[in-house]
């Protein structure tokens, strides 16, 4: 049996959602998403929210759960339990890149074998110059094969409600 840290990712375009246009340019064959809200505003809030960000606050306060490492770190692989109806649907990932900038915060994964869908999902955190912090969600995916492919329209609901809610994992004080 393969360690999950040996397996292979099911997608070529490595790294592709630290470019900004990825959504609107994915890769052949892949559907491209990105969604970006306010959560807040001040040094405090990014602070907290970089940090949140880090140890898998999106997909925790979205309501997944994740075994692997509990902080994202760089080549780590985790599953995530995605919760779907009265499951969890387990989604193996592996993290491509994190990025740390003074005003910038986040990271990617990719899937592995045995995730619905292939393709990658950044999450990242803003800290922006009139004070206000932002979190930006983008991601280009497919059906993993043809099984998941026969509920594509289900993978799709999934997929922008998870992103609804995960827009929502690191709100704050608008203020």
């Given at each position: 049996?393969?360690?999950?840290e040996?397996?292979?990712?099911?997608y070529d375009?490595v790294?592709?959602t630290?470019?900004?246009?990825?959504?609107?340019s994915?890769p052949e064959?892949?559907?491209?998403?990105e969604k970006?809200?306010?959560?807040?505003?001040g040094s405090a809030h990014?602070a907290?929210?970089?940090?949140a960000v880090l140890?898998?606050?999106?997909q925790?306060?979205?309501?997944f759960?994740?075994?692997?490492s509990?902080?994202?770190i760089?080549?780590?692989?985790?599953?995530?339990?995605?919760?779907?109806?009265p499951?969890r649907?387990?989604?193996?990932?592996?993290?491509?890149y994190?990025l740390r900038?003074?005003?910038?915060v986040?990271?990617a994964?990719?899937?592995?074998?045995g995730h619905p869908?292939?393709?990658?999902?950044?999450?990242l955190?803003e800290h922006r110059?009139?004070d206000?912090?932002w979190?930006?969600?983008?991601?280009?995916?497919?059906p993993?094969n043809r099984?998941?492919?026969?509920?594509?329209p289900v993978?799709?609901?999934?997929?922008e409600?998870?992103?609804r809610r995960y827009?929502r994992?690191l709100?704050?004080?608008?203020?």
């Amino acid at each position: 049996m393969t360690a999950p840290e040996e397996l292979e990712l099911t997608y070529d375009a490595v790294g592709a959602t630290a470019d900004p246009f990825a959504a609107s340019s994915p890769p052949e064959g892949y559907r491209g998403i990105e969604k970006t809200a306010r959560i807040g505003a001040g040094s405090a809030h990014f602070a907290a929210a970089a940090d949140a960000v880090l140890a898998w606050g999106v997909q925790r306060n979205s309501g997944f759960g994740i075994r692997g490492s509990q902080s994202v770190i760089e080549g780590s692989t985790v599953t995530l339990l995605i919760p779907f109806g009265p499951f969890r649907v387990p989604a193996a990932a592996r993290v491509v890149y994190v990025l740390r900038e003074p005003r910038r915060v986040g990271f990617a994964y990719g899937t592995l074998p045995g995730h619905p869908e292939n393709g990658e999902e950044a999450f990242l955190v803003e800290h922006r110059d009139d004070d206000s912090v932002w979190i930006d969600i983008r991601a280009f995916s497919r059906p993993a094969n043809r099984l998941w492919s026969l509920v594509s329209p289900v993978l799709r609901l999934t997929q922008e409600f998870y992103t609804r809610r995960y827009l929502r994992a690191l709100a704050g004080p608008q203020g």
